[in-house]
């Protein structure tokens, strides 16, 4: 493992189609370990699902330019990896166009945390954001994700609500 100095000399780069199963990996840890954190468990056949699912979306959206990905990779084996979805929202009074960046997957490994490999990647989305006059960027974040969003400048929105529909 690096020492955290070092990390920052670890490149971070866009990801490939190559990389697609590392990052449904870290797909479903990602969601493995939300769900544990909330004392409950998710099953492997819904981890193995979740993963397929993601790989077709990543194949689909990367190839189409409505999904861009970065990973950072430490000795051949990529360590964090995140990526935005593109969104059509509606304009707003601080937004007139209706560019919206979707930021998902967030994940690093164990080995990797603490070594701002999640601030790494989330520079890498505004700056590509900034640079495609894209002006919002959403998300949802878990408990443990919340503090790293908040300390890049992320706001919390109490009037947002969802639903799933079954």
Known sequence: MPFKSE?????????SNNDIPA???????MFEEIWEQKGEHLQITKIIELE?????????????????????EDKGKIVS???????????NPLDLSSKVAYL??????????????AQRIIQSVITYCSSNEIKRVLLN???A?????????????????RLFID
Request: proline share 5%; net charge positive.
């Open 141 to 143: 974040a878990s408990d």
């Open 23 to 29: 990052m449904a990996a870290h797909h479903g840890k």
């Open 52 to 72: 397929k699912a993601y790989t077709r979306k990543l194949a689909i959206e990367m190839e189409s330019g409505t999904c861009k990905a970065w990973v950072i």
């Open 81 to 91: 990896s995140g990526a935005i979805t593109l969104v059509s929202f509606v304009p």
């Open 104 to 117: 998902h997957s967030m994940y690093t490994e164990r080995s990797h945390r603490n070594m701002k490999c």
């Open 7 to 15: 990390i920052s000399e670890i490149p971070i780069r866009e990801a």
């Open 145 to 161: 994700g919340q503090p790293v969003y908040h300390k890049i400048g992320f706001r919390s929105s109490p009037d947002t609500m």
